[in-house]
């Protein structure tokens, strides 16, 4: 078996999105997928982009993929690596495809001195944790992530 890990071109959107969607499916929330090959296009390869993608690749074949931008930590005052989604089609889950998908993304952060290399879990999915705790990773349990989305959000910002 060989594993690779390479960035991702225009060419995959549509595979991109089949990652999210199965992703998305795992997760019990298909319905809200937005996202469309041409919305991953601007927003992953575009001249504004504001995301970036890997794909992993098990014998050439698509495996899966992680999704990540930069953000920003005032009290370190430099910028840190914020993984959005990681993805691993379950064929190919045990393969080291997951743990060479954060390796990959770990020596990114380290290479562009990142401050943090962070991401956030769904609670009940004990698969993904045990493998991010294995990796070393610590769970950031002070913390709870708020979110204004659709109708909330533009109500408050018309307000």
């Not at 795992?26 to 041409?38: D, G, W």
Request: proline fraction near 3%; aromatic fraction near 12%; charge should be negative.
């Amino acid at each position: 078996m060989t594993l690779s890990i390479r960035d991702a071109v225009p060419a995959d959107a549509a595979t991109i999105l089949r990652f999210i969607t199965e992703l998305a499916t795992y997760e019990k929330a298909a319905h809200e997928v937005e996202a469309t090959v041409e919305r991953l296009h601007a927003s992953l390869f575009g001249a504004d982009a504001v995301a970036r993608a890997v794909i992993c690749e098990v014998d050439g074949a698509p495996a899966g993929f992680a999704i990540w931008f930069y953000s920003y930590s005032t009290w370190q005052a430099c910028k840190g690596l914020y993984l959005e989604d990681l993805y691993v089609s379950p064929q190919y889950r045990g393969s080291g495809a997951g743990k060479a998908l954060l390796k990959h993304l770990a020596r990114i952060a380290v290479a562009e001195a990142c401050g943090r290399f962070e991401w956030s879990v769904l609670d009940w999915n004990e698969p993904a944790i045990r493998v991010y705790e294995a990796v070393g990773a610590e769970p950031m349990s002070e913390w709870t992530r708020y979110r204004l989305a659709g109708e909330a959000l533009e109500t408050f910002a018309a307000d």
